[in-house]
């Protein structure tokens, strides 16, 4: 199954019938041409080109790509990665003064930094006359590949780990030198060695989010909670035009997997068949609205019920007009390995041009006081060792009412995680996703 | 004109049947229906927008019930104001850097190109004419999805990567063909004589140009300049695709990422300082053009407007 | 003045060289690349388009896919396509059933007022696009001025989600947001019409329909159909109106999945075919447009 560097070199591809082959849309001689090959020598990378050298005839019905192959290996809670440092990849040396007069850009999703962790970070290193812009984003596909082609220039980048295997074979990030972070301390020390990057090498961790169903109990009469399958509720035509589902086909395909029991990184052609079809029928039955503004939707009454991440359902309190109370949002999420939960990064980009200041910022954004205004910020919880739901309860930072919310340690270790797919089963993911959102 | 349409005395209007058939079968009566889908249509257009600049002066958060009048979302809001909210009053100032590029650019390249295609005998100018008025009239997805799929083959550091001068290149693309059907109508009126008389008298053709046509051609290149500026400044689809980041987007842009989620008033405040740029340079541009055109007699709002 | 006219031979191309070069490499070019990124491949990574820009070794991969998704089984762009064909045509029969009263009225019957009644028409030319329809988000939202109207005052309490994803929402926006391009036109064309033919044909005994109907109407056709050609090329390719003002797939236009597409790495393809069909529908309604106004300047010489 691993091809050496060599081996996948030697091939006399010339010669071979298939190499003309584009029906799949794989050319291996632009594979190779892409300066691509040292990726070979990576497991995940060197199954995918076995992947594409096998002539796979049996067909996906969803998608162009061929039928998915279950050999490819990615980062998982099984299989923990370590990625490889390049040569002409390493992390800058220990003890560097930080760049004069340096304007370290974030590229991230709208409403998801803290403008005050801006605001302390620039006053903290006035002296280096620090800037920090953000450019933002509203899907993580079309991030990196502004990152890829040079349309936006960033320094630190706020990923989920399902792209660092790309990025990391890309080139497209650069490695930490924890010297400059110790702040990592106050995290999970399970964030220290992690499955997507053992010895977190290249990421440090943000916020979690576990994903669930948000929704008001004045306007939906049913209690979600106590269905026993909760997510048919976006099947039920009795709330047509009165939901919403996340704008991200990971997220919102992984709901509909959740729905039929099955993985939500799953390869299987007929599985996403599934969702396909069940998604068609969500279109022409309940024709939910497809974004990411659920914190606001439910609030206002623009929507009753929305799949929703754990940090929107808390948003969602600020966000109620005046003179209404929170009392009514109800939050619901499944437990066990039936969860979702994930966790995003923040990463330092190869192209950054004040790496030292931008380890100092991937620092500053441990720092327990800057943490809590993220969570506050955004919604969203940091896996601070010093945050506890408990905690979060009793100080009212968060209602009773949402208490199902707060994220806890053993969520994130045994739910499912988004992890990163094979580009060709990416590819499908995408299809389908790309057909609901055509309203077709 | 509408004097003589004014009902003639004498003429009784039919006195069978209900007053409103009287008043609706006589054929002098005032178009009162049609006056009244006009301040109706007028009103449907221009109130939403009032209420939207209304609430820009809104004390509380919200865009739909008032909570007193404050200037909270122009200055006083030490973080959220337009004033101190770094991202959004960089938008506007990338807005107007944009409008003032665009139109340094688009207009003398317009002009000149309006002067060569009027004057270029023979076929090819009629094919690049076709092209120009093809760039006119092109639905604007098309041209900035093409630029910004070359702004993505492109190695960085090329001048059309995305960014302030991927957007300008952009926008001149998109924008020439103004300064240059306008010129173009101009020069029709001014007609051949006075440069004639000009090179009859001696002068060069590029004499006859500069001291004859380019003051002839002053009001036409003023009235053109203002459109490609206010143009520019609400411009959307272009400016979106070729942004790189938070630093490049546009006030419409901003609208657009920000519209969607729990936006502050300070959206409405940053829309209204466009609305005010957009229709200062409209005002500036029809003063001046009534300038440059005083004494020719159809200085009026309507030739202004025909401009367009 | 011979040595002049030798030289004015190339004064003239001369001044339209910097004008011929942009539009042939900002213009021409672009929708090149376009054609070769519709007829490229895929990085086999990042699944990111390569494009092929030798026409010989080009790629029908990606354009078949489009092409055999749009009807049938598979039909997955079908369904957009025939929303954005009859949204376009409510929203620009709309936008003409307003814009042409309104031109008519400000033309003919505009009197001392036509000056204030123009700028007001003007207006909304020089208000952005995204302000006004900003301006529909605030009003829309379900606590917002058009529910409390439609309440009037409280009194019979309305709560209609007009943001909810509902096809009349989007068609009144595109309306709202296209009849200042229409009433433009609309009226320059009124306005050169001669008053005289009118006041002729009312003299003659014409009923004022009549008229209209017999000689302002066929008069105006050229910039109802102008108008027309306006406000609907833009209209094909609007997703903002659509996203601003729905944001469900159950509206999703043709606009969104160019939008859509050509932010996937994997879809640009697809999204460069999807441009390349739309420019090349709306070729003919352009040409049409083109030739029309190279007539008109024509004419008047």
Redesign the interface.
Same mark, same amino acid.
């Given at each position: 199954m691993r091809h050496s560097r060599e081996h996948a070199l030697s091939e006399d591809r010339s010669k071979d019938p298939n190499d003309q082959q584009r029906g799949d849309g794989l050319s291996r001689r632009s594979f190779l041409s892409r300066g691509a090959a040292a990726a070979v020598t990576l497991p995940s990378m060197a199954a995918f080109l076995e992947a594409c050298s096998k002539k796979d005839t049996t067909g996906g019905t969803v998608g162009t790509g061929p039928a998915p192959t279950a050999t490819f290996s990615v980062a998982s809670p099984e299989n923990p990665v370590k990625w490889p440092i390049f040569d002409d990849n390493k992390p800058i040396a220990s003890g560097l003064t930080p760049e004069q007069n340096a304007t370290l850009n974030v590229y991230t999703y709208v409403d998801y930094f803290d403008k005050g962790a801006i605001k302390s970070f620039e006053k903290k290193y006035q002296k280096y006359n620090v800037k920090v812009t953000l450019t933002t984003f509203e899907d993580t596909t079309e991030a990196i590949g502004k990152i890829r082609t040079g349309g936006v220039q960033a320094d630190i980048y706020n990923p989920s780990y399902d792209q660092i295997g790309k990025m990391v074979t890309a080139k497209l990030v650069q490695p930490i030198n924890h010297d400059y972070i110790p702040n990592i301390a106050n995290v999970w020390p399970t964030y220290t060695n992690p499955f997507y990057d053992q010895e977190w090498q290249y990421t440090t961790p943000y916020v979690l989010y576990g994903t669930g169903i948000a929704w008001r109990a004045d306007l939906v009469s049913e209690d979600i909670a106590a269905m026993s399958n909760p997510y048919d509720i976006f099947w039920n035509a009795k709330y047509e035009k009165k939901m919403s589902v996340l704008d991200d086909y990971r997220t919102c395909m992984g709901m509909v997997l959740l729905r039929n029991n099955l993985s939500v990184n799953t390869y299987k052609a007929e599985d996403l068949d599934l969702v396909h079809k069940q998604l068609s029928l969500l279109n022409q039955t309940t024709k939910p609205k497809v974004n990411v503004t659920d914190y606001t939707d439910v609030p206002t009454k623009i929507v009753s019920i929305c799949q929703a991440w754990a940090g929107d359902a808390v948003n969602m309190v600020s966000y109620m007009p005046q003179g209404q109370s929170p009392d009514v949002l109800r939050y619901w999420s499944p437990t066990g390995n039936e969860n979702m939960t994930d966790n995003d990064l923040l990463v330092l980009l190869k192209e950054s041009k004040a790496p030292v200041m931008a380890h100092l910022l991937l620092n500053h954004m441990l720092d327990y006081e800057v943490s809590i205004g993220t969570f506050s910020f955004t919604g969203y919880q940091p896996p601070q060792n010093k945050i506890t739901p408990e905690e979060l309860v009793s100080s009212q930072f968060i209602p009773k009412n949402l208490a199902s919310a707060v994220v806890l340690q053993k969520d994130w270790e045994s739910g499912q995680h988004l992890l990163e797919l094979p580009p060709d089963v990416d590819s499908q993911w995408q299809a389908v996703w790309q057909q609901f959102k055509a309203g077709a | 004109m509408t004097a003589t349409l004014q009902p003639p005395a004498e003429v009784a209007p039919a006195r069978t049947g209900l007053p409103f058939v009287r008043w609706f079968k006589n054929p002098w009566r005032k178009p009162r229906i049609l006056e009244a889908i006009t301040w109706i249509y007028l009103a449907w257009s221009l109130l939403p927008v009032a209420i939207a600049v209304l609430f820009s002066f809104n004390a509380g958060k919200s865009r739909s019930v008032w909570q007193g009048f404050s200037f909270r979302w122009y200055w006083q809001d030490p973080d959220r104001s337009v004033w101190h909210d770094a991202d959004l009053h960089a938008a506007l100032v990338h807005t107007l850097l944009l409008g003032v590029l665009t139109t340094i650019i688009a207009v003398p390249l317009g002009v000149a190109f309006a002067l060569g295609l009027d004057r270029w005998r023979g076929r090819l100018p009629q094919f690049w004419n076709i092209q120009m008025l093809l760039s006119f009239v092109v639905p604007e997805i098309i041209l900035g999805v093409s630029l910004y799929f070359v702004a993505s083959q492109l190695p960085v550091n090329t001048p059309l990567q995305a960014g302030t001068w991927g957007q300008v290149i952009g926008l001149v693309t998109f924008q020439m063909s103004y300064p240059v059907i306008i010129v173009r109508a101009r020069l029709l009126t001014i007609g051949k004589q006075y440069e004639e008389a000009a090179t009859d008298l001696g002068a060069s053709s590029i004499g006859a140009l500069r001291r004859v046509l380019i003051p002839m051609l002053l009001p036409a290149i003023f009235a053109s300049s203002v459109l490609v500026f206010a143009d520019v400044i609400d411009d959307f689809v272009i400016v979106r695709y070729l942004s790189s980041g938070a630093d490049t987007e546009s006030v419409a842009v901003k609208i657009y990422n920000t519209a969607r989620g729990a936006p502050t008033p300070a959206l409405n405040a940053l829309a209204s300082l466009l609305l005010v740029a957009s229709f200062g340079a409209i005002v500036i541009g029809y003063l001046g053009y009534r300038f440059l055109t005083r004494g020719e007699g159809e200085s009026s709002l309507g030739s202004f407007a025909g401009q367009l | 003045?011979s040595v002049?006219s030798q !030289?004015?031979r190339w004064?003239?191309?001369?001044?339209?060289?910097?004008?011929?070069l942009?539009?042939a490499f900002?213009?021409?070019?672009? #929708?090149y =690349?376009?054609l070769c #990124?519709a007829f490229g491949?895929?990085?086999?990574?990042? !699944?990111?388009p390569?494009?092929e820009w030798n026409p010989l070794q080009w790629?029908t991969?990606?354009v078949a896919?489009v092409f055999s998704h749009i009807f049938g089984d598979d039909?997955?762009?079908?369904?957009?396509i025939v929303?954005t064909v009859v949204f376009v045509l409510l929203a620009s029969a709309g936008c003409l059933l307003?814009s042409y009263?309104?031109a008519?009225?400000?033309c003919?019957?505009?009197?001392r007022r036509?000056?204030l009644?123009?700028?007001?028409?003007?207006?909304?030319?020089?208000?952005?696009?995204?302000?006004?329809? #900003?301006?529909?988000?605030?009003?829309l939202?379900?606590?917002?001025?058009v529910n409390k109207a439609l309440s009037a005052g409280g009194i019979f309490p309305v709560?209609v989600?007009w943001?909810?994803? !509902?096809p009349s929402t989007v068609i009144m926006g595109l309306t709202?947001g296209y =009849?200042?391009y229409m009433i433009?036109p609309l009226?320059?064309g009124l306005?050169r019409i001669e008053?005289s033919l009118i006041?002729a044909a !009312?003299d003659l005994g014409g009923?004022?329909w009549s008229t209209f109907r017999q000689v302002t109407l066929p008069m105006s056709k050229p910039a109802v159909i102008a108008g027309l050609?306006?406000v609907t090329?833009?209209m =094909?390719?609007?997703?903002?109106t659509n996203?601003?003002l729905?944001?469900?797939?159950?509206?999703?236009m043709y606009?969104?999945?160019?939008?859509?597409?050509? #932010?996937?790495?994997?879809?640009?393809g697809?999204?460069?075919t999807f441009?390349i069909i739309?420019?090349i529908v709306?070729l003919i309604p352009?040409i049409y447009?083109?030739r029309a106004?190279?007539r008109a300047?024509g004419d008047?010489?």
């Open positions: - | - | 003045m002049g !030289r004015s004064i003239w191309p001369g001044f339209a060289l910097p004008g011929v942009w539009l900002l213009f021409l070019i672009p #929708l =690349v376009v #990124l491949t895929l990085d086999p990574i990042f !699944r990111s390569v494009p790629d991969t990606q896919f039909g997955i762009f079908g369904p957009a929303r307003i009263p309104v008519y009225f400000v003919r019957f505009g009197g036509k000056g009644l123009l700028a007001l028409l003007i207006a909304p030319f020089w208000i952005s696009y995204m302000m006004r329809m #900003l301006a529909w988000v605030n009003l939202q379900t606590d917002g001025w709560h989600s943001l909810d994803g !509902r709202y =009849v200042p433009l009226y320059a306005d008053p006041e !009312r009923s004022r050609l306006l090329l833009p =094909v390719g609007d997703y903002f996203d601003l729905s944001g469900s797939p159950s509206t999703s606009g969104n999945l160019i939008n859509n597409a050509i #932010l996937v790495p994997a879809q640009v697809q999204g460069a441009l739309m420019f709306l352009m447009y083109v106004t190279a300047e008047t010489v």
